[in-house]
């Protein structure tokens, strides 16, 4: 993908194989194979269908589905929602301070900034759970937590941290400190790793920004053209066949809104960089457009990485922060969230 800036600037997003084969042989296509198994909806309104078939199970919701075997629990989940937005708010509350500098490499510097703003209180062993080196393997997550629920001196409920890291509090015995810090894992880490990674993508995409745009249409303009979550799985369903033939009774299904974002029978100049595309839309009301979600299910986190990303960007934008000239591409690997890595940010 190119993009021509306001400044001149020519870049080139490179996507992994995969990625770009889907990009180039199947957007505008309703259904397709991915695999023996696994069928592939790009069809805005099959989507939709499939998403109101049924609710999401267990295994589907990213944050709450089972934990090393254990189920997550109805009101488990409900608490760490709150802890988490409670956290958030609390967090955009503070002032920002007139020595902070957001210039470095990008979503790397990002992600240190808003770990420390939201969790800068919480204890090492809790902190150390979003670090992004976690993200290689699922072992090496589970081998920190449980080293770090065999230290001794967990934080007290009444502890000046994070309400988030007051529920760790409350475990006692050791496997319930680990299942305690396992949630703390699946909901901190996520802010930091979402919003890093949009404002991240919305900087390669757009900056430096006409002044006039605002910024909660860079954002959506970005999330059409790099959703960090770019597909939506759904297990095998019986409910899924009766909608569509092609879909066997034993296909998984992977909806893909990276490509319905990018529909051409959906968007004009689909793969142009256009924020002002949304003057005037709601974008819980646009076919084929689900960053967060489902409208009758959108992620949990919606309400707390756009406001979130709005002053991230308002920092970098007041400070004159963009893409440093000299980049014309960066990389999107093909590893968790859908984001530009190791973008080069500095004052214009």
């Known amino acids: 993908m190119h993009r021509s800036g306001i400044d001149g600037s020519t870049r080139v997003t490179v996507f992994t194989p995969r ?3 889907l990009l180039r042989t199947r957007r505008g296509e309703d259904v397709f194979r991915l695999d023996p198994g696994t069928v592939g909806i790009a069809g805005a309104t099959l ?35 709150r802890a988490v937005s409670q956290d958030v708010r609390t967090a955009l509350k503070v002032p920002v301070e007139n020595s902070v500098d957001l210039s470095g490499e990008w979503p790397r510097t990002g992600h240190a900034y808003l770990r420390d703003l939201v969790f800068g209180a919480d204890p090492y062993r809790l902190r150390i759970l979003m670090d992004r080196k976690l993200e290689l393997t699922p072992k090496l997550t589970w081998t920190v937590i449980g080293t770090g629920a065999a230290l001794p001196g967990a934080p007290r409920p009444d502890a000046p941290v994070s309400r988030l890291a007051g529920l760790t509090a409350l475990a006692t015995s050791y496997g319930d400190r680990r299942h305690a810090m396992g949630l703390y894992r699946r909901a901190a880490a996520p802010v930091c790793f979402t919003v890093s990674t949009l404002v991240a993508n919305a900087l390669w995409l757009g900056s430096p920004f006409d002044d006039d745009v605002p910024n909660r249409h860079i954002l959506l303009e970005t999330l059409r053209l790099l959703p960090p979550s770019w597909n939506l799985l759904r297990v095998a369903s019986p409910e899924f066949h009766a909608l569509d033939s092609r879909i066997g009774v034993k296909d998984d299904v992977l909806m893909l809104p ?3 974002h990018r529909d051409p029978g959906l968007w004009d100049e689909p793969d142009a960089f256009r924020p002002e595309r949304w ?3 709601d974008p819980d009301h646009r076919p084929g457009y689900l960053p967060f979600g489902h409208a009758n299910e959108h992620c949990w986190g919606r309400h707390m990485v756009m406001p979130l990303a709005e002053r991230l960007l308002d920092v970098l934008r007041a400070d004159g922060l963009a893409v440093s000239p000299g980049q014309t591409s960066a990389r999107v690997p093909l590893a968790g969230l859908l984001g530009v890595a190791r973008v080069r940010v500095s004052r214009r």
């Not at 049924?54 to 608490?79: W, Y």
């Open 19 to 21: 990625i770009d084969e």
């Open 279 to 281: 003057n005037g839309v």
């Open 258 to 260: 990276l490509l319905s």
């Open 47 to 81: 989507i939709d269908e499939v998403l109101r078939s049924r609710p999401a199970n267990d295994f589907e919701r990213p944050t709450f589905k089972p934990l090393q075997g254990k189920s997550i629990s109805r009101p488990e989940s409900t608490a760490v929602m």
